[in-house]
């Protein structure tokens, strides 16, 4: 019988950057991606992304009112610049994903709790999304009372069980700030911010719940250049969203681990 | 000075015999009406009693005796009550002057040549205090409503101006002061402080507003908020730092304020849902570093308390002036439902008051005109007074002696002495 850990070690070996990251197939093509955010400037993005060789999809989506049971129509625009930073993020990692809208600020710029559960339900389970991105976060007083945070733990929960990759920015002044849903990991991923000379890197660091850090620099947008963990997160999107193109039933645990492998294996030097 | 009006009535009674004061007094206070009564003895006696308390009703003789009449004292009565009413005790009802009399107030008379008992006495007395209690109460709820808005009319200057409702976020002093302070400390060479609102209710729903360093509101920004600068920020919730002033990529336009600068240090305020307050600093000589985002991320935070305590405290203002203004527009429907109604001490004397004044006009030898045109044009005097005061039956006066004269003139007629 071979020792476990030369198992673990062959395998290992096999999953590099090079063979999942840079694998021509691997650009989201087939896999449906939700940015829960502020909207997306839809001609924006067209505009930028249409001008490469692999011209973006339609975008698709919807805003997310308080007032509102049901989703109110997309029109292709945003309500403030962020959502479609951190799309444009997606975009340039895996320019071939579906890509949904779900605005959760609209013109009040403000997000409850209710709408965030309400959208992350309606993207897995309408839109079929695999891979939802979430660039905000909720303090805990929002979230009271606990019923509340309940609720929202309750629909990561389902999105874990249901084969559906969450992914949440920490808080730009995690841990000393601690916002949802990022704490709620491990059923998600949670992301902080480091800066990485290629947006491909990441490492698996856990601290106070927060396990991965991803490259917090953008590329659209008038503070995309600011190190935020709004654009760490997506760049953890767009990886996982290539990698899903290569193999689109991973379950979470699955690519959270294939993901702790890839950082293992492509450890960054100390920045 | 009188008195305030007590819930009862009061009744003045004034004659120079004793027996007389004393027997009404009596009939009055047992008869359950529940009025308070007063009595004097002469006009002198009859003024301090009313400069002490309210007087309704005075019943009055005629004739004081030592050359006091009656109908002045009447006159002199309604002085401290404007809206007194009279019976007058007399043995010439017939020698009244109507006009005067009516005007004056006398609404019923006691003649002293007919049967007089208590029954008849309590009657008319009853009469009197039905037709004075619905105008008393008018009278008191128009004094209440008066006096309500006096007070609210005091106090609400003071509520507009402790918080300006209007605004939708109560950029109180201080966070002027701070806001000046953080531009001061990181040398920014200048600023702006941006709030965005919105409120369904509102037409247009979203607000933009920008007040300069001195607090002074700007020309209104023509790019919207989502595709701002400082739309941009508040995704961030952090202090952000652009090295570059420029419009980026179909998803951000410059506002008038932000054309032409090299940098800009912007900080989200996270006020309230619904509200988005934002600082933006520019151009720093040398450009804006990390000690600067501190500096702006400590200056948010207070600026953020500050403005929600303010939020609050107009919050609880706006709950002040809604429920003042509510009240006020209470009063004042009730006030035009009172003014519609005709106040019933306009009403025209009682119809036996008033055949009694026809039987002594038409007695009158010297009379050319039909008793009731008389009694109509007094009415007319009567209530005109009552209205408008002596200074609009002062012109009445002239306007006939005009006619007259006009009519005179045109008939030849010789103006007669007065």
Redesign the interface.
């Known amino acids: 019988v071979s020792d476990p850990a030369d198992v673990f070690a062959q395998m290992l070996s096999l999953v590099t950057p090079e063979r999942l990251l840079h694998d021509p197939r691997a650009t989201g093509e087939g896999v449906s991606v939700c940015v829960v955010?502020?909207?997306i400037?839809r001609?924006?993005l067209e505009?930028?992304h249409n001008r490469t060789d692999s011209p973006i999809h339609p975008i698709e989506g919807a805003m997310f009112a308080p007032?509102s049971t049901e989703p109110l129509p997309y029109d292709g625009?945003?309500?403030?610049?962020?959502?479609?930073?951190v799309a444009d993020i997606v975009l340039s990692l895996a320019p071939r994903v579906r890509l949904y809208s779900a605005d959760v600020?609209g013109?009040?710029?403000?997000c409850?709790p209710e709408v965030l559960v309400r959208a992350i339900r309606w993207a897995a389970d309408v839109w079929k999304c695999k891979v939802i991105n979430l660039s905000?976060?909720i303090p805990e007083q929002r979230l009271q009372p606990p019923l509340r945070r309940l609720q929202l733990q309750r629909v990561i929960e389902e999105c874990y069980h249901n084969d559906v990759l969450v992914i949440a920015a920490a808080?730009?002044?995690h841990p000393l700030t601690r916002s949802y849903p990022a704490v709620f990991a491990p059923p998600l991923l949670s992301v902080d911010k480091r800066l990485f000379p290629d947006p491909l890197q990441f490492t698996y660091e856990p601290r106070a719940q927060i396990e991965f850090s991803a490259h917090g620099r953008g590329y659209?947008?008038?503070?995309?250049?600011?190190p935020?963990t709004?654009w760490a997160a997506p760049h953890l999107t767009g990886i996982a969203a290539r990698i899903l193109s290569l193999r689109p039933n991973l379950k979470p645990f699955e690519m959270k681990t294939i993901l702790y492998w890839l950082s293992q294996a492509n450890r960054p030097e100390s920045p | 000075m009188s008195s305030g009006e007590t819930s009862a009535e009061t009744v003045l009674i004034v004659d120079d015999e004793e027996p007389v004061r004393k027997t009404f007094r009596e009939w009055l206070e047992g008869s359950g009406l529940g009025c308070n009564v007063l009595t004097a003895s002469d006009a002198e006696a009859a003024l301090v009693q009313a400069n002490r308390h309210t007087i309704d009703l005075a019943i009055l003789d005629w004739n004081l005796g030592a050359g006091n009449d009656g109908l002045q004292l009447l006159e002199d009565l309604a002085v401290f009550n404007p809206d007194i009413v009279a019976i007058m005790i007399t043995g010439f009802a017939h020698q009244a002057t109507p006009l005067d009399a009516m005007r004056m107030g006398v609404r019923d008379y006691f003649d002293k040549n007919q049967h007089l008992d208590r029954a008849i006495f309590l009657r008319a007395v009853s009469r009197q205090l039905d037709r004075i209690r619905p105008a008393r109460r008018e009278r008191q709820l128009h004094r209440g409503l008066i006096a309500f808005r006096s007070a609210v009319e005091k106090v609400l200057p003071l509520v507009r101006s402790a918080a300006a409702l209007n605004d939708p976020v109560p950029l109180s002093d201080a966070v002027r002061h701070l806001f000046r302070f953080l531009q001061q400390t990181t040398a920014a060479a200048d600023g702006v402080l941006l709030v965005?609102s919105?409120d369904?209710e509102r037409t247009p729903?979203?607000e933009l507003r920008a007040y300069s360093i001195a607090g002074e509101e700007l020309p209104a920004p023509p790019v919207p908020?989502?595709?701002s600068?400082a739309?941009?920020?508040?995704?961030?919730?952090?202090p952000?730092?652009?090295?570059e002033v420029r419009a980026?990529?179909?998803?951000?336009e410059l506002q008038p304020f932000e054309q032409n600068r090299r940098c800009l240090l912007?900080a989200p305020l996270n006020v309230a849902?619904?509200i988005?307050v934002v600082i933006e600093l520019f151009d720093k000589p040398g450009g804006f570093g990390d000690a600067d985002r501190r500096l702006a991320a400590a200056a948010a935070d207070f600026g953020t308390e500050m403005l929600r305590q303010a939020l609050a405290e107009r919050q609880t203002h706006r709950v002040l002036f809604d429920a003042v203004e509510a009240a006020l527009g209470a009063g004042d429907a009730v006030a035009l439902a009172l003014a519609s109604k005709p106040a019933s001490a306009e009403d025209p004397p009682p119809p036996t008051v008033l055949d009694q004044l026809k039987r002594g006009l038409g007695d009158n030898p010297g009379s050319v005109l039909e008793a009731g045109a008389t009694l109509r044009l007094a009415e007319a005097v009567r209530v005109l007074a009552l209205r408008h005061g002596s200074k609009a039956v002062e012109h009445c006066t002239r306007l006939v002696e005009s006619v007259r004269a006009l009519l005179d003139e045109a008939s030849g007629v010789e103006e007669s002495p007065s």
């Open positions: 955010d502020s909207g400037e001609s924006a505009a930028k007032d625009r945003q309500s403030s610049p962020h959502g479609t930073t600020f013109p009040r710029g403000t409850e905000l976060g808080h730009n002044d659209l947008g008038p503070f995309a250049s600011e935020a709004s | 965005h919105y369904a729903a979203e908020f989502s595709r600068i739309g941009g920020v508040v995704g961030l919730q952090q952000s730092i652009l090295t980026s990529g179909g998803t951000v912007a849902p619904g988005r």
